[in-house]
């Protein structure tokens, strides 16, 4: 995987912070480290010179996925072995992503739901070779009772406690 280093640490330090609080429900994979910059360009004709919807307001280098290593990853989850866009996974992983010192794009005025990176840290400073840092870790502690995402297959559970 072309991620960097520290970032690839503290996104298995969110995996596995992600994994004692949910053991029961679906776990996150990696889609996305390095995006070429010739997809990115790709990525961005769509919708303007190239049919489609458009899916990326960033050209080639605007990216932190276009740097070599990658200085964002992004994620994804699959129920029954089916993609899931499920916004509840996603954000159940994306709020654990301060108390590893990360960035989740959810948090964004445009989320980027899937996307995680270093905090305040922009393509520009990518560009300039400026080294990324990372917010402190302040992981809590393994709850005692370990808590579990509603999984899509249950009937939904209307009884408050
Ligand atoms: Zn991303």
Redesign the pocket.
Known sequence: MLLNPVLRERMQMLFDLYKAKYPNAPQPKIS?TV?SRSDQNKDYAKGRSAPGPIVSNAKSGE???NYKPAL???VFFTVDGKYSDDPQLYKALGELAPSVGLEW?GTWKHP?M????PPNYTWEDAAKDVEPTFGPIVAPQQPAIAETLPEAEEPEQEEES
């Open positions: 996305q995006r990216s932190l996925h964002a990853f992004d794009g980027d899937p996307h995680f990176q």
